[in-house]
């Protein structure tokens, strides 16, 4: 197979960091090249720089023999450059053809809908996919979503296509879907790279695979020769054991009683309905499910963020539904958030600040309406040292500490709240493997210490590997509760697509 | 033009954004500002056919020439200490109260009727109820457009805006219909009950207790904001509603105090200038406080010191421009120019603080 | 009193007025219309109509030529525009100050221009031109009571409301207005594809502010045919409830205008009547019911959804 794309010592320095540090390494035509590495190993930034949203600080680029200089996604594309964003870059409001033709350069000062519309239905067709054009992406499911941020690639005619994680919001079955059509692209001769950090997708789907570790290019093997252990080792640098050991069984008591409950979302849809379920002492109840499906709404609710429309919760048999947040916090539950920077922190307030952030009325922080900053200091100061928290000071502005440590400010506020129970949304996402398995030994810790913990996460092997129980929410509903120490994957992720076992 | 990615100029450098703006150009940012503000207002001068270093001696000298300049500086700075903390307290939640000017006129209306109303008691007693009223007034107006966002989610700078333009109908009426003094030709009320006027500081000056009460409204305003769980949930929520609302914060409540407590000083600013230099309550006596307050409380960084600061800047420039006028023809028109030119720069300058030079 | 309401003279008085009235604002709000589709919020209407005001009088007064004081009021509004832009989106400065500013600064620098200028007191001597006369269209404006109402407008009304179609059109079935209405929802999704986003928002700001100039140039050369410190009075604030009362569609735009417009003209007419109630509840009327606008106006809004947020290739 020929080098569709190839670089140099491509290099990307930013004032603070080196993301990539000479990276040479090229895709084939045909080929499913996947890009490994750990979160903030650069394989972002390496895909920016081949689309032209970053320019390179040094090296070279070579596409299809030439060399080429790109410094605009226009340069990109009309190259013959493609790239799904890990984020979505669709416009809600408008429709599915609007957003595939917008900003292309066979789009002509009068749009001619009626010709674009042929263009995009053929090429649905040749991949097997069905979108109706005239719908608003708001209206859309992510899944589909997806496809029209591809197709966005496609319709340009794309010879290189770039997808950042596009199996991140994915069930097991949409993105077996989408690795068949990666496959069905490449017999035609379309380059792909694929970034992605799970190991799984890389053995499945890729034909070589390239690890990037701190900004530097590891090595680049074939798929067929290596092992998930040895790719690992190379992500990371060490061993990383993958079992994790529990001390204790839950208790039989629980803490967290849900039942029934409904609660409408943001857009006048009913967001959960009818969701219940317990929650034990001591267990870690994981809650999977593909975003969107109410996780979000769900944990609004329970911290009285949101008002349910009927249902109860109970808290160790008080009725806590509908009251305030503070309350809540007040009886002993603590809440990491799914978005630690909308939800969890705040940004311009100091460590000390932020540690306090929830209780600056209560007695230990404070004496009348005057806040007592010798004991807030003191606090803080135990708090960091404890959780081990890189910061110059307690009063350094949190927004200058890196995503994991800001994390480890909201779990020391947390889990010194947590009297009674947990709430975890997403705890590690887009922390280091280092970071992560410190944050699952706290977890862990807490549950032996008696506490509940409710864990939503995506991340189906960080499920497997903690929960003592897992509850599959799909659409607003438990649409299923297993054992965690006989589930199967294929099993959760029937569920997450919403196929229940009594269907046929 | 800059493009602000990393766009090449025609140079051979390149402006890039930086992840935090510098703090050597935040610092700079006030005297570059001030600077080039002083710049621009000598080309206006120029243009008015007038000599740029006379106009500038005698706006200089107008404003702190001598003992009696100086206080007279004060006098004009006072409303605007009131008003720039006022908008200080509302920015810091971000809640853009555009109305001070709606909320002092509120305070004035208040104010003049409590004169009226308690005009039998002595002046020790009088004073206080006058002013106690006049926050209540300002409050009310603030309370409305507070009420309005956390109901119905009406944009406040909009209400704000709108109700300023109300309430002047409102005193019109008022200064036209029911108050009006019979005996004048012009729409205005009776003279102020002696005994509700503010006693003057220094002798043969305007100064009066209005100036104090405004230093202790700004160094209270400091102890809130920066000494309370209240001004923590103020500033919590200015900087992150969200997470405020995720931590138990109450926002509503929040912010309908907020208005509360900013119109309740717009509305003292209404109070203490009415009882402290006007001889009666009339329509345009007061017009503009409320903007400029907004400028002030941006030049003081939306820091009670700052404002304070920031306040006796802009009221030296408006007691130095009439000397100004008197000597060299320029128009006292050109300070409201300035004060506002001013900002223009700040905002430029922290702008610009966000970037760096690079070589490419 | 009421028979005196209900005469056909009075209602079409009222209804001719209410196309004239809404002018001003109709230019405004259709600029701030594609300034906000872009994404910036541009709180400095007033100050750009004021601008544009004082400008395209100054320029009439002294070329003597009508059209040539529109045509400067345009680009006394297109100056303030690219102000505007410079500060929202090259500089990525906090949008709603940026406006607050621009319109004292606009207020500022007319009333200290004008006293340069003329130089004349407020009581005597203040300068004024012959402004526009209504344009009467053969034959139709002599239909009665339809003909004063539609046919005797002025041609600056005429444009105001043929720009309502061409704006629609613009947004809805070209490429630009494509572009456009992308920008205002997710600027990355159009970086990504390789569009020039800063150009094209400049473009957008400098065209809203420029229509809001010339929305302040007809109230010098047309309605009043002088200028007073101040005269836009709330008119640019009344164009930023319109887009959002119109909910960012042309039409409902102009449909807002017009109940403005409806509101003044009713004041100004009801004044010759002499009646009992206090003038000043009808000059407050348009402002009590903007607000009630903003009351009911959240439900269901289609404001752009990165209106006011500043974009970042980041």
């Known amino acids: 197979m020929e080098t569709l794309i190839r670089t140099e010592e491509l290099t990307k320095r930013f004032p603070r960091v080196v993301a990539n540090d000479a990276i040479s390494l ?22 920016e720089c081949l689309y032209g949203a970053y320019q390179p600080t040094a090296g070279r680029i070579f596409f299809m023999g030439q060399q080429v200089q790109i410094s605009s996604p226009a340069d990109a594309i009309a190259l013959g450059i493609g790239m799904v964003h890990q984020h979505f870059v669709l416009v809600p409001p408008l429709t599915v053809i609007e957003n595939i033709i917008a900003g292309t350069s066979s789009l002509s000062q009068l749009v001619d809908y009626r010709r674009a519309e042929e263009e995009i239905l053929q090429l649905c067709d040749q991949y097997g996919v069905e979108l109706d054009l005239y719908a608003k992406i708001r209206q859309l499911s992510v899944g589909e979503q997806q496809w029209v941020e591809i197709l966005k690639a496609l319709y340009v005619k794309a010879k290189l296509l770039i997808l950042d994680e596009p199996t991140a919001v994915l069930t097991p079955q949409e993105s077996d879907k989408l690795f068949d059509v990666l496959q069905e692209m490449t017999r035609e001769g379309l380059g792909i790279l694929f970034i992605t950090h799970k190991l799984k997708e890389v053995m499945r789907v890729s034909d070589r695979v390239s690890v990037l570790r701190k900004g530097k290019l590891v090595a680049t093997v074939d798929t067929a020769s290596t092992t998930k252990e040895e790719l690992t080792k190379m992500m990371v640098g060490r061993e990383i054991v993958f079992n994790v050991e529990k001390e204790t069984i839950p208790s039989v008591e629980p803490v967290l009683e849900i039942s029934d409950l409904r609660a409408m979302g943001d857009r006048e849809q009913e967001a959960l309905k009818g969701v219940s379920l317990t929650l034990h002492k001591g267990e870690i109840l994981a809650l999977a499910g593909v975003a969107g499906n109410g996780q979000k709404e769900l944990y609004e609710v329970l911290m009285g963020v949101r008002s349910a429309s009927s249902g109860k919760v109970l808290l160790q048999g008080e009725d806590i539904t509908n009251k305030p947040t503070s309350y809540i916090m007040s009886r002993g539950v603590g809440h990491i958030p799914g978005d630690r920077l909308n939800e969890g922190l705040i940004t311009e307030f100091s460590v000390a600040e932020n540690l306090i952030l929830g209780e600056q009325r209560s007695k230990s922080y404070s004496s009348g309406p005057l806040l007592d900053f010798k004991k807030i200091k003191e606090i803080a100061r135990s708090q960091i040292s404890k959780f081990d928290i890189v910061t110059p000071s307690e009063d350094t502005s949190s927004g200058t500490l890196s995503g994991g440590n800001q994390q480890k ?10 009297s009674l129970c947990l709430l975890a949304n997403q705890p590690t996402r887009g922390l280091d493997i280092g970071v992560i398995e410190y944050v699952h030994r706290q977890l862990l810790s807490k549950r032996a210490e008696g506490i509940g913990i409710l864990l939503a996460s995506d991340d189906l092997d960080e499920i497997l590997d903690l929960a003592d129980r897992i509850v599959v929410i799909y659409d607003g509903r438990i649409i299923g509760i297993l054992d965690a120490s006989d589930a199967k994957i294929e099993e959760i992720g029937l569920l997450m697509a919403g196929v229940e076992e009594t269907d046929p | 033009m800059i493009g602000v990615d990393e766009k090449v100029t025609k140079l051979t450098f390149k402006f890039q954004r930086r992840t935090e703006p510098s703090r050597l150009g935040q610092a700079l940012a006030v005297p570059v500002a001030l600077v080039a503000a002083l710049a621009v207002s000598s080309i206006l001068i120029r243009a008015a056919g007038a000599n740029v270093a006379e106009a500038l001696e005698a706006m200089y000298l107008g404003a702190f020439g001598s003992q009696n300049a100086l206080l007279e500086t004060l006098v004009q700075a006072t409303p605007l200490i009131f008003t720039g903390l006022a908008v200080t307290v509302a920015f810091r939640a971000r809640i853009w109260n555009i109305g001070a000017e709606g909320q002092l006129v509120a305070g004035a209306i208040t104010a003049y009727w409590a004169s009226v109303t308690f005009s039998g008691l002595p002046s020790i007693a009088l004073i206080p109820t006058v002013l106690f009223f006049a926050t209540v007034g300002g409050a009310l107006w603030g309370i409305i457009p507070g009420y309005l966002k956390v109901r119905f989610e009406a944009d406040e700078i909009i209400v704000t805006v709108l109700l300023n333009y109300v309430i002047q109908y ?10 009006r003094d019979p005996n004048a030709f012009f729409i205005q009320t009776r003279l102020l009950p002696e005994a509700a006027t503010l006693p003057i500081l220094f002798s043969k000056s305007r100064l009066h207790l209005g100036f104090v009460i405004a230093l202790t409204v700004a160094f209270v305003a400091y102890v809130l904001l920066w000494k309370t769980s209240l001004g923590y949930e103020i500033r919590a929520l200015g900087y992150r509603p969200n997470v405020a609302r995720h931590k138990g914060i109450n926002v509503a409540k929040t912010i309908v105090l907020v208005m509360a407590i900013s119109g309740a000083i717009a509305g003292l600013a209404g109070g203490t200038e009415l009882f402290g230099i006007h001889p009666r309550l009339r329509l345009d006596a007061m017009h503009g406080f409320g903007f400029t307050g907004i400028l002030v409380a941006l030049l003081g960084r939306l820091h009670p010191g700052g404002v304070v600061l920031a306040a006796i800047l802009f009221g030296a420039l408006v007691n130095g421009s009439s ?9 006292v028109a050109l300070v409201y120019a300035i004060q506002s030119i001013v900002i223009l720069f700040l905002m430029a300058a922290d702008g610009l603080s966000r970037f760096q030079l690079r070589k490419r | 009193m009421m028979s005196d309401l209900l005469q056909a003279t009075f209602v079409v008085g009222v209804l001719a007025g209410m196309f004239r009235v809404a002018t001003p604002v109709l230019f405004a709000a259709l600029g701030e219309l594609i300034t906000e589709r872009s994404g910036v919020l541009n709180l400095g209407v007033e100050g750009c109509m004021l601008v544009g005001g004082f400008v395209g009088f100054l320029v009439a007064i002294l070329s003597g030529s009508l059209w040539a004081g529109v045509a400067a009021s345009m680009a006394g509004g297109a100056v303030m525009g690219i102000l505007v832009a410079f500060m929202s989106t090259t500089l990525k400065v906090e949008q709603i100050v940026t406006g607050l500013s621009l319109n004292l600064f606009a207020s500022g620098i007319t009333f200290y221009w004008y006293r340069v200028v003329f130089r004349s007191d407020e009581i005597t001597n203040i300068p ?10 053969p034959f139709l404006s002599e239909i ?25 059109f613009l947004l809805y079935r070209t490429k630009q207005g494509l572009h456009l209405r992308c920008l205002g929802e997710n600027p990355r999704a159009l970086d990504m594809r390789g569009v020039n986003v800063t150009r094209l928002q400049y473009l957008a700001v400098v065209f809203g502010c420029m229509m809001a100039g010339l929305g302040g140039g007809f109230l010098t050369t047309v309605s009043v045919g002088l200028f007073i410190p101040g005269i836009t009075a709330g008119r640019g604030w009344l164009a930023i409830v319109i887009v959002i009362a119109g909910n960012w569609k042309p039409q409902q735009i102009l449909a807002a205008a017009l109940i403005f417009g409806f509101l003044e003209s009713l004041q100004l007419n009801l004044r010759g009547l002499g009646q009992e109630l206090p003038y000043q509840i009808f000059l407050a009327l348009p402002y009590i019911v903007a607000i009630a606008i903003l009351i009911r106006g959240r439900m269901r809004s289609e404001a752009p959804l990165s209106l006011g947020v500043p974009y970042l290739r980041e």
């Open chain 1, 26 to 47: 090229d895709v084939r035509y045909g080929e499913i090249h996947c890009l490994l590495g750990e979160n903030g190993a650069g394989k972002s930034t390496f895909s």
């Open chain 1, 409 to 418: 400010v909201i779990l020391a506020r947390e889990f010194q709240r947590c």
């Open chain 2, 170 to 179: 409102l005193l019109s009426y008022l200064l036209s219909g029911p108050w």
């Open chain 2, 323 to 331: 000397r100004m006028q008197i000597v060299t023809g320029v128009p």
């Open chain 3, 128 to 137: 004024t031109i012959t402004p526009f006369r209504p344009i009467e269209i």
């Open chain 3, 144 to 168: 009665p009571y339809l003909g004063e109402l539609l046919f005797s407008q002025y041609a600056l009304t005429y444009l105001a409301l043929l720009l309502v179609p061409v704006i629609w």
